[in-house]
């Protein structure tokens, strides 16, 4: 089991501080709530009235950073396409790729670095200077710390170019002091060097290249010993550093501006070799010399310390500890997990530290009204909570628009996140009910599959015809194609409006039939009879008959059900249809329109068929 | 690293008992020893008071946010006996319906998952539970569990919706079987579970014994697809106890001690996706746990009230505290 080490922090809230009072707590989907409160409950509370305020805390507001959204947004490029690349990343060429991805990631932090670099000496205001100074000096970092990790685990120098590139980095972070000395001190002997390397095509052995190297610096040592500068000390420091001297070297300490400067520096000059694992041994004294016991190591001297002794797990927690947001260990941690560098076991909270941050990173996108849908993909690739992960934050995102929530909706239903799906349907459902919007709660209830509430929304379409004498939204019930099948009372619905659509277009026979059979099927709820009945009317008083014989039994039998029928609950009884006069004079009416139908629809049929 | 993005000046006149965001992080709801409930719409690092509800006649302990898909409806309990369900119509929020069949204060309110309809579940000094299920049309059924527990019930939870089978293809029109659950907890020191049977009636399921003084939260945790079931609670003894619970049929409950605080620990919640436990405790500090792999308990940060202005940063550093 890993060592644990320190305390938790302690965060505090500001608020008046008083010492009875307690601390009321709720987890909002992205932040944390808390106020000041008693918990003691009682009737009245005889201390002093309490603090009216309430503090919500979020982590990871760095997601609401305008320019940090550019590193997340391209990110997020690079980490899906580093994922899906992964069963194509084989032997030789894998090292060469992987160090490419680094390579783009470091851009994508160098870019967003140099934006806001512009930004803080554009001298808007001194909070916001200040600011983006801390950012700059936080993304600068995040660099130094990610190329090291390059060179070291990607890239996986061995002795020889380890150096340069250890040249590079230092060069690339450190001699943006400006000052030319530095520059000078830095720049001078590695072209010395060149010649001694002659990289491209170097064919030379790397025992070879020391030899060489060994001759020179006894070179150095022997003129330094006989006096050759003794008349220039400068010359004579100059030499003392070229042989790697500590002292000479650190008398030039304002030059070097940390100590992995002088680390590089001192190692250029005494073990230009140097091999990988020995780095460690000239990184501690560097580092101890460097300060020389007047102050102690900053996080950042940590996790280089870390990355120099190849602990690559304590290079992540250190960094997780000290950066403010999730996104650096996140993605690097991705990185050198595909380079096959993290070992899977013995790690806290979740059996995989990759996914760990990877999950903690996305969840905090699902703050941001957009950057969720970044998030989405981190999810994707996180094999075991990933997918719950998702269907719980996914649900929290506000839909404030019709755009957002389709957005939303696509991602559960490519993901066949049923429950989600209905879920979010239905919260915009009911939402369009309250509102009116049949026709938009109707379309939801659909893509829902919610026949219950298919059921519902077509029983106020129905309400509302009776009320109105018209549909609404006829383009949609007209086209409902399969969907219809959904409910029963949603499939009379789209019946329904076809029978006024054959109407419309006079085909009255199709349109008897229908009505007809929407009363036999026993797919017309029985308290919309009436309305069907009443409906027949006009086409038992057309000039042709329309109703056959058979049909006009039919109705009769439907009408009489209904009138004398057993009362069933929420269904006009026949003590209602009787007592209720308009209801009586439609009966009377439907009667007779009956009658006389039969009776010439008999004689019709009657004379069709010859003797 | 963590810091305060709001705050929010809620004009209680006397102390806040409780405040709880809405499903989306939208809008906040906070209730006060001042009778009052107040909701408020804090986005984008806003406070815009869109409702000052009166109604109750003595302080409200606790306020509980329906699913949204039943709208804007929010549950308020209080130490007049009576349970008000408020809802927003057109804009407007108002006072959709008062349950007054209490006969001590009500101290505790939990909507059941919204997969189930809309159920409230509250828990009262009487000892009694009542859930109240909406059966539309602005009509509300009652039923009531009497002596849930000895001298008074002090808070309720509902277990998550676990679904039966599968759902795609239920008949037309039908609702799915679900088996309800819900914890609650009281001051006879026990947890009980409930479970509502096959006639609609709720009967006790399990009890839960550990603590040794009376339970002041019960917190079912949010289903994250595993066959596990936890439950925290935390009592008058301040300890804290995590329940879990691997059976199928879910029998076999066992507590793990997740600390022994100093004092009284009052609540304890789980954030969405169930991996951090909040647990805010008398000695004015609310701390954060999280499980480890191999099932220790370790506290991962302190939120701490107190004076000053700076916020340090919070480590996800560990300490195993024993």
Known sequence: MEELDGEPTVTLIPGVNSQKKQMCFDWGPGEMLVCETSFNKKEKSDMMPGCPFIHIIRKNEDVYSQILRKLFNESHGIFVGLQRIEEELTGKSRKAQLVRVSKNYRSVIRACLEEMHQLAIAGKDPASDRQFSIQVSSLSAMELIWNLCEILFIEVAPAGPLLLHLLDWVQLHVC?????SADVLGSENPSKHERFWNLPGNTQTLTELELKWQHWHEGCERHLQDGTFAS????????????????ALLEQK????????????????????VKPMDLHFYAQS???LFLGGESSPEPLDNILMAAFEFDIHQVIKECSIALSNWWFVAHLTDLLDHCKLLQSHNLYFGSNMREFLLLEYASGLFAHHSLWQLGVDYFDYCPELGRVSLELHIERIPLSTEQKALKVLRVCEQRQMTEQVRSICKILAMKAVRNNRLGSALSWSIRAKDAAFATLVSDRFLRDYCERGCFSDLDLIDNLGPAMMLSDRLTFLGKYREFHRLYGEKRFVDAASLLLSLMTSQIAPRTFWMTLLTDALPLLEQKQVIFSAEQTYELMRCLEDLTSGRPVRGEPDAQQLQDDDVETTKVEMLRLALARNLARSIVKEGSLEGS | MVSVINTVDTSHEDMIHDAQMDYYGTRLATCSSDRSVKIFDVRNGGQILIADLRGHEGPVWQVAWAHPMY????????????????????????????????????????????????????????????????????????????SA???????????????????????SGQKPNYIKKFASGGCDNLIKLWKEEEDGQWKEEQKLEAHSDWV????????????????????????????TCDDASGNAWSPKLLHKFNDVVWHVSWSITANILAVSGGDNKVTLWKESV?????????????????????????????
Not at chain 2, 112 to 126: E, R, V
Not at chain 2, 153 to 171: E, F, K, T, Y
Request: glycine share 8%.
């Open chain 1, 286 to 288: 560097s580092l101890d």
């Open chain 1, 232 to 247: 220039s000390p400068h010359l004579e420091s100059l030499c003392k550093i070229m042989l790697g001297d500590e002292a």
């Open chain 1, 254 to 273: 304002e030059l070097l501006s940390n100590w992995y400067h002088f680390l590089v520096t001192r190692l250029l000059y005494s073990h230009p070799t």
């Open chain 2, 71 to 146: 709208g804007n409806v929010l549950a308020s309990c209080s130490y007049d006996r009576k349970v008000i369900i408020w809802k927003e119509e057109n804009g407007t929020w108002e006072k959709t319906h008062e349950h007054t069949g209490h006969d001590s204060s009500v101290n505790s309110v939990c909507w059941a998952p919204h997969d189930y309809g809309l159920i409230l579940a509250c828990g009262s000094s009487d000892g009694a539970i009542s859930l109240l299920t909406y059966s539309g049309l602005g009509q509300w059924e009652v039923k009531k569990i009497n």
């Open chain 1, 176 to 180: 943006e002091v400006d000052s030319l």
């Open chain 2, 294 to 322: 191999d099932g220790q308990w370790v506290c991962i940060s302190d939120v701490n009230k107190g004076q000053g202005s700076v916020s340090t940063s919070v480590t996800e550093g560990q300490q195993n505290e024993q």
């Open chain 2, 149 to 171: 527990h000895t001298i008074g019930c002090n808070a309720v939870s509902w277990a998550p919706a676990v679904v039966p089978g599968s759902l795609i293809d239920q008949p």
């Open chain 2, 216 to 243: 002041r939260d019960v917190a079912w945790a949010p289903s994250i697809g595993l066959p596990t079931s936890t439950i925290a609670s935390c009592s008058q003894d301040g300890r804290v106890f995590i329940w």
